[in-house]
C-alpha cells in the first residue's frame, strides 16, 4: 500500500457526519512542518512518511482541505531524512503522497536569484545551487554541494515537477506595517484588546509607551 492509498483508506473511514461537524470551526488555513523528524514514530515502515500522513489527515479532515506544506531545506539538508530517502521505497511513498495534491514543498520566492537553473524545472537543484552558490548556512554550518546532493536533487526534481507539488514563497513586503497596526490596536478607545491573554501582560501605561515608539521610534532609545 502507498503512502496516498493510506492516506485515502483512513480519510474514507470517517464518518460523513463527523467529517461535516469538524469542518464547520475549523481553520482553512495551511500546516507548514516546521521540523519533520523521522524519529517521530517508529522507524519503520517508512521513516518520516508517517509524520506525513498524520498531518495530511489532520488538512483533510480537521482543516477543510487545507495543504501542508514542507519546508526545500528539510528535504535538501535535514540529515534524517536525507538518509531515510536513500531507500527507494521511502521516496515512493513520498511520491504517491505528493500525488494526492496534499502536500506541497515551499521554495524561496520566485524573485530569488536562481542563476542559469530554472526552478520550475529543476526545483531542488535550483535551490542547492543557489544556496551553495551563496554560502547560505544550515543551522550556522555552511554546507558546501556534493555530486551527490546533485544526484539527490535531481532524483527530487522529477518527483516535485511530476506531482506539481511545490509552491514560492511570497516576497517579503516593502513595508513593514507591524509597528502601524499595533500603534492601531492599543491606541483603540475601547481598549478591547485587553481582554486578550496576548496582551493581558501589557498596562495602559505600557501600551501608551508603546504606541509612542511606534509613532516616532526614536523616542525607543531616547
Not at 535538501?76 to 494526492?100: C, M, W, Y
Request: include cysteine; charge should be positive; hydrophobic fraction near 40%.
Amino acid at each position: 500500500m502507498t503512502g496516498g492509498d493510506l492516506y485515502y483508506n483512513l480519510v474514507e473511514k470517517l464518518l460523513p457526519g463527523e467529517k461535516q461537524l469538524m469542518e464547520t470551526w475549523v481553520s482553512t488555513k495551511p500546516i507548514m512542518i516546521t521540523h519533520w523528524d523521522p524519529d517521530l514514530y517508529p522507524a519503520k515502515p517508512a521513516p518520516g512518511i508517517q509524520e506525513l500522513v498524520l498531518y495530511g489527515l489532520l488538512c483533510g479532515v480537521l482543516r477543510q482541505d487545507s495543504k501542508v506544506f514542507i519546508k526545500e531545506v528539510d528535504l535538501l539538508l535535514n540529515p534524517k531524512i536525507r538518509s531515510a530517502f536513500e531507500d527507494d521505497a521511502v521516496v515512493g511513498q513520498f511520491d504517491s503522497l505528493l500525488h494526492t495534491g496534499r502536500f506541497k514543498v515551499l521554495l524561496p520566492p520566485l524573485s530569488t536569484d536562481f542563476g542559469d537553473v530554472d526552478p520550475n524545472v529543476q526545483p531542488m537543484t535550483a535551490v542547492a545551487r543557489e544556496r551553495d552558490r551563496k554560502k547560505r548556512p544550515y543551522k550556522t554550518r555552511i554546507r558546501r554541494l556534493t555530486r551527490a546532493d546533485e544526484v539527490y536533487c535531481a532524483k527530487l526534481d522529477k518527483i516535485l515537477v511530476g506531482a506539481r507539488a511545490t509552491q514560492f514563497r511570497k516576497d517579503f513586503p516593502a513595508e513593514n506595517t507591524f509597528a502601524r497596526v499595533l500603534a492601531a490596536v492599543l491606541s483603540s478607545p475601547d481598549r478591547l484588546w485587553y481582554s486578550r491573554p496576548q496582551f493581558c501582560g501589557i498596562t495602559p501605561r505600557m501600551a501608551d509607551a508603546l504606541v509612542a515608539y511606534c509613532q516616532d521610534p526614536s523616542k525607543a532609545v531616547d
